[in-house]
């Protein structure tokens, strides 16, 4: 391995990445949603192909216009269920699963087979949500010896050092390798080029910090997976 972003430093690295946000249905036409557009988890698959890896996308509703000539292998999935388990099923042999998918928290309890009525619902409605399962809490318990695992904390917390409390309290909860902290919120984070990150390690200690393009943000991601898989 060489410099920092070297073409090939990850050769031969089986690397999964999901991003998007995942849409979860409750009837034929309607999903509850979020606004992550899929845009850094695609930068970074795109930069870890540059480097030489092999890489599965696993796709929560990107637009394919997005994932077009990646040099991946795409898988799309809708729901964080869907998402689950393709994700499981690409970490059992990867070397590398990076998590910047913006995963659903709840679902709608129930799926109804056909539209929604409004007048079954009045001039107010309620839709009951259950926990998804959490993906990145389940890789990390069933995490193989040499195996990385990426968090990716969005969160619309302003002050910095607020927000690495919030990253702290969330890698203590979920021990990945890695959490990057990305600021986000009504103006910043989605559907935009820039990004600002601060990476965390179990323990909390920032190991880097940077704001850039979601291009740069891929490269300093990558540059930190390459040192650890040494
Ligand atoms: N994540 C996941 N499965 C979920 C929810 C989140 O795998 N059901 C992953 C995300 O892909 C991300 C990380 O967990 O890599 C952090 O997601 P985030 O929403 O920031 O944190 P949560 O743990 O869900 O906590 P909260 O939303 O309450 O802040
Ligand atoms: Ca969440």
Known sequence: TGARGDQGDLAGVRVVVSAGGTREPFDPVRFVGNRSSGRQGVAIAAD?????????????????GLTAGLGATVVPVGSARELAHAVHAAATDADVVVMTAAVA????AEVR???????EQGDTMTLELVRNPDVLAD???ARRTGQIV??????TEPDRDARIALGRAKITRKPADLLVVNHVGWDAGF??????????VPGGEVVRETSGSKADVATAVLDLVATALT
Do not use: H, Q, S, W
Not at 105 to 108: A, G, K, Q, S, V
Not at 150 to 155: I, L, M, N, Q
Not at 191 to 200: D, F, M, T
């Open 191 to 200: 559907e935009r080029e820039e990004n600002a990150i601060e990476v965390l």
């Open 48 to 64: 870890a192909v540059r480097r030489g890896a092999t890489v599965t996308l696993v796709a929560a509703n990107v637009d394919t």
């Open 150 to 155: 990426v968090g990716f904390a969005a969160e």
């Open 113 to 119: 087979p056909d539209k929604l009525k409004k007048d």
């Open 105 to 108: 928290d709840y679902r709608p």
């Open 139 to 141: 890789l990390v318990r």
